[in-house]
């Protein structure tokens, strides 16, 4: 079972700046990449930023330039930085992770979600 847990959500000022941990735990081999999502109410789920494990990101446009995410391959841990929030930033945001799974005597990759954390950008 692998449980992925976010933290750093809260209320934050425009023009100030956030940051998102999401730490991955259970029984796995590795995580391969990470990757953020957000909903805003009445909004579909949106993909904010991914990244692998080694390195390769990429940004959604309304977050380019402002965002950053990155992992933290030894905590099993992933990041998200978002520098100059707006208000069009304020939704629930969720962590995603592809794990490397032990399966039978090979391996497999699977999916999993955390719980999200909101994020209010407001005056």
């Known amino acids: 079972q692998v449980h992925l847990v976010e933290s750093g959500g809260g209320l934050v000022q425009p023009g100030g700046s956030l940051r998102l941990s999401c730490v991955a735990s259970?029984?796995?081999?590795?995580?391969?990449?990470m990757a953020w999502y957000r909903q805003a109410p009445g909004k579909q789920r949106e993909l904010v930023a991914d990244?692998?494990?080694?390195?390769?990101?990429t940004y959604s446009d309304s977050v380019k330039g402002r965002a950053t995410i990155s992992m933290d391959n030894a905590k099993n841990t992933g990041y998200l930085q978002l520098e100059s929030p707006k208000p069009e930033d304020t939704a629930i945001y969720y962590c995603?992770?592809?794990?490397?799974?032990?399966?039978?005597?090979?391996?497999?990759?699977?999916?999993?979600w955390g719980q999200g954390t909101q994020v209010t950008v407001s005056t």
């Open positions: 995603s992770a592809n794990v490397k799974l032990v399966w039978g005597g090979s391996w497999r990759f699977e999916d999993y």
């Open positions: 990244t692998t494990h080694f390195g390769r990101t």
């Open positions: 259970g029984s796995f081999v590795s995580v391969y990449s």
